[in-house]
Nanobody, 116 residues
Framework: QVQLVESGGGLVQPGGSLKLSCAAS????????MSWYRQAPGKERELVAR????????NYADSVKGRFTISRDNAKNTADLQMNSLKPEDTAVYYC?????????WGQGTQVTVSS
C-alpha cells in the first residue's frame, strides 16, 4: 500500500505561482513513477506532469509546458509541482498519483483556483 497526501493548493491571481507537494508513505520503494493529474468542473481528468523515479525523466501536458515543473525527492518520497504563470484555465482539483507495477494510488486532491 502507498498513501499520498497533497498540500499547497489555494487561490492565486492570474500570472501568479503555486507549489503543490505530495508526500508518499508506505511501500514507497515500489513506486515506479509519480504524476500530477487535474480535473476541472465538467471536464475529464487529464495528466499534467509525470516523473520517473529511477531516471528522473519527465513529461508534461502541452498546456503546461514551460510553466510547470515536476520534481521528485526520492529520499523524502515527495513529488512537487511548481506552477508558474498560472492562468484561469489551470483552475482544477489537482491529484497526486503513484504508480507501482500492480497498482495506481491516488491522493485526495487539492483545489487550485486561478482568479482575480
Amino acid at each position: 500500500q502507498v498513501q499520498l497526501v497533497e498540500s499547497g493548493g489555494g487561490l492565486v491571481q492570474p500570472g501568479g505561482s503555486l507549489k503543490l507537494s505530495c508526500a508518499a508513505s508506505g511501500f514507497t520503494s515500489r513506486i515506479f513513477s509519480m504524476s500530477w493529474y487535474r480535473q476541472a468542473p465538467g471536464k475529464e481528468r487529464e495528466l499534467v506532469a509525470r516523473i520517473i523515479s529511477a531516471s528522473g525523466s519527465t513529461n508534461y501536458a502541452d498546456s503546461v509546458k514551460g510553466r510547470f515543473t515536476i520534481s521528485r525527492d526520492n529520499a523524502k518520497n515527495t513529488a512537487d509541482l511548481q506552477m508558474n504563470s498560472l492562468k484561469p484555465e489551470d483552475t482544477a482539483v489537482y491529484y497526486c498519483t503513484a504508480r507501482t507495477l500492480l497498482h495506481d494510488y491516488w491522493g485526495q486532491g487539492t483545489q487550485v483556483t486561478v482568479s482575480s
